[in-house]
């Protein structure tokens, strides 16, 4: 699983579900998403090695990666085929990335729904239904 994050917003802006972590495919990811004026990432050292538009820094901690882990974190909990240690795993890639198509949509509608109005509940599950 793969995902870029707009961190002002936090909205899921790229994604992709793979089967390998590759070079390759994360500078597909990082060329499929949006510009952004800076790149930060954790220090796996594919992400060294990749092209990006705008200056890349591996960030120390957690202080410009928080949107990504709370976004995976989301991932994980909303689809269980995401889970951690658990039986429910996807054996279908496609099933897999239809289910991310899903909850990227949901997500970003909640996302875009929260920054507009705070202090509304915003459950994940309310942005399913097309108006």
Known sequence: MLTHVERSSRRIVAYDAVTERTREALQELVLAAPSAGAYYSDGFEAYAGLWYPAPHEVAPG???TYSVEGANADL????????????CFSRCLKALRR???????CHNRRQHFKRAHPRLP?????????P
């Open 122 to 130: 915003a459950h994940l599950a309310d942005f399913v239904a097309v």
């Open 99 to 105: 289910a991310l198509d899903l909850f990227v949509f």
């Open 76 to 87: 994980r909990h909303y689809l269980a085929r995401l889970g951690r240690r658990s039986r």
């Open 62 to 64: 957690k202080s410009q």
